[in-house]
């Protein structure tokens, strides 16, 4: 199969499988009582970053490590310039000093940890710069540490409930779904990764380039969605929530699962693209300030 059209159906089934994974996942937890804050802290968050997820598990699976690390940092770079850029021409995103302006410095902190942590050859003159399962280890606790903080933030972010299904499924439809949600992700994401492959070795460029462009701004159709229905909805708080706790997902769970499966070796060139993520927040720090 072309490799093109492995990328466009595996974007389909990706996307697809992400929200039949919210829908179903939301279902059941309303039948427990959970609350449509700790839903959309959790559910909703996660699912709108498993494609990301999903495709980095498959392309450590592989070995496609290139793939891998590019697709977290271009996906990071594109939630800032592409999905804040577009969501500010719909409405203007100011948002008060509240849950959003707490995460805001851990997304930074994500990013100057990465670049920490990868750079083994610039810091301890290692021969191999590489993301190990021990890094993995470090990014998983921050993650655990940054899931705990949200939990604890007392003030409620208006608008949360607004953007999460009213639906209410049985328990078989319910588990039906995730069940959906979960193959079309797995699927979704081994065929991203073999076209993505296929792309770079008929154009004879990089893995690394391809997922930094064209993987991760399709893993991050999720994240663009939300951020526009909630610029729509003029809910700048949700809009650039969105993206913050995106952007900190990527880096501390998304890269610590994948560097748990397998060491990813990073190449110094990389650390533009780390740059150029750090410039971003910090852009958004100065825009939003």
């Known amino acids: ?17 992400a929200d039949f994974l919210v829908e179903g996942a939301s279902s059941i937890a309303r039948r427990l009582k959970v609350s449509d804050l700790v839903i959309g802290l959790t559910v909703v968050a996660f699912g709108t970053s498993t494609p990301e997820l999903f495709v980095n598990i498959i392309a450590s699976i592989k070995g496609n490590t290139g793939i891998a690390i590019g697709n977290v940092l271009g996906s990071n770079i ?35 940890l990465l670049g920490i942590l990868a750079n083994d050859r610039l810091i301890d003159k290692s021969s191999l710069s590489v993301l190990s399962k021990i890094d993995g280890i470090v990014f998983i606790s921050f993650f655990i540490i940054f899931i705990y903080y949200t939990f604890g933030i007392d003030k409620r972010v208006e608008g949360t409930d607004e953007h999460l299904t009213k639906k209410h499924y049985g328990l078989i439809k319910s588990s039906l779904l995730i069940i959906l949600g979960l193959i079309g992700l797995s699927l979704g994401g081994k065929w991203i990764v073999d076209g993505a492959v296929g792309f770079a070795l008929r154009l004879g460029i990089s893995e690394s380039l391809i997922g930094l462009t064209i993987v991760a701004v399709g893993t991050s159709l999720p994240e663009l969605a939300t951020s526009v229905v909630a610029a729509f909805k003029k809910n700048a708080e949700i809009a650039v929530g969105n993206v913050v706790g995106s952007n900190i997902f990527n880096i501390f769970f998304v890269l610590g699962i994948s560097s748990i499966i397998k060491p990813l070796p990073f190449q110094v060139k990389s650390n533009i693209d780390i740059g150029v993520a750090i410039l971003a927040i910090a852009l958004k720090i100065n825009i939003l300030g």
């Open 78 to 112: 594109a939630n800032i310039f592409l999905i804040l850029g577009v969501s500010s021409i719909i409405f203007p995103l100011a948002v008060g000093k509240g849950t959003v302006w707490k995460e805001i410095p851990l997304s930074l902190l994500a990013a100057i």
């Open 1 to 17: 199969m072309m490799p093109y059209i492995l990328l466009i159906i595996g974007f389909v089934l990706l996307i697809k499988g």
